[in-house]
């Protein structure tokens, strides 16, 4: 489980670069503010969420916990369905896709708790 969510961080890593970039360089002049603004929420988001599946990846590797395991795919389930559909809102205009974005927030959400949790139950961790 720590091979994939090194992978799926490093993955939505770089994905949330090329989103950023392409906010900042293409869609700036294209969009107006408000959608702008949202699109760039979702690549802030998408970034620090990327760096919270490294983590994950690190912390089930010194101790696998299915807490662990549910935080990573959390945040990947937060990546996809807050930024994704902020992204698309931007992109397409269509602001009942912000609908979804909440749920996207409650992954977050749910992996941080989860995260907070495995503390909780590994004296391994705790401890340092």
Same mark, same amino acid.
Do not use: C, D, Q
């Given at each position: 489980?720590?091979?994939?969510? !090194?992978?799926?961080?490093? &993955?939505?890593?770089?994905?949330?670069?090329?989103?950023?970039?392409?906010?900042? *360089?293409?869609?700036?002049?294209? %969009?107006?503010?408000? %959608?702008?603004?949202?699109?760039?929420?979702?690549?802030?988001? *998408?970034?620090? *969420?990327?760096?919270?599946?490294?983590?994950?990846? &690190?912390?089930?590797?010194?101790s696998p916990r299915?807490?662990? =395991?549910?935080?990573?795919?959390?945040?990947?389930?937060?990546?996809? &369905?807050?930024?994704?559909?902020?992204? %698309?809102?931007?992109?397409?205009?269509?602001?009942?896709?912000?609908?979804?974005?909440?749920?996207?927030? !409650?992954?977050?959400?749910?992996?941080?708790?989860?995260?907070?949790?495995?503390?909780?139950?590994?004296?391994?961790?705790? =401890?340092?």
């Amino acid at each position: 489980m720590m091979k994939r969510f !090194l992978f799926l961080g490093g &993955l939505m890593g770089a994905l949330g670069v090329a989103a950023g970039a392409f906010g900042a *360089h293409v869609l700036k002049s294209r %969009l107006e503010p408000a %959608l702008l603004a949202a699109f760039h929420t979702a690549a802030r988001y *998408h970034l620090v *969420h990327a760096l919270a599946l490294l983590l994950v990846a &690190l912390l089930i590797e010194r101790s696998p916990r299915r807490s662990l =395991s549910f935080a990573g795919w959390s945040f990947f389930a937060g990546i996809v &369905l807050f930024s994704g559909s902020l992204y %698309l809102m931007a992109v397409t205009s269509v602001r009942a896709l912000g609908a979804i974005t909440p749920l996207g927030g !409650l992954a977050f959400i749910a992996g941080w708790i989860a995260v907070a949790m495995s503390a909780r139950s590994s004296n391994k961790i705790a =401890s340092r």
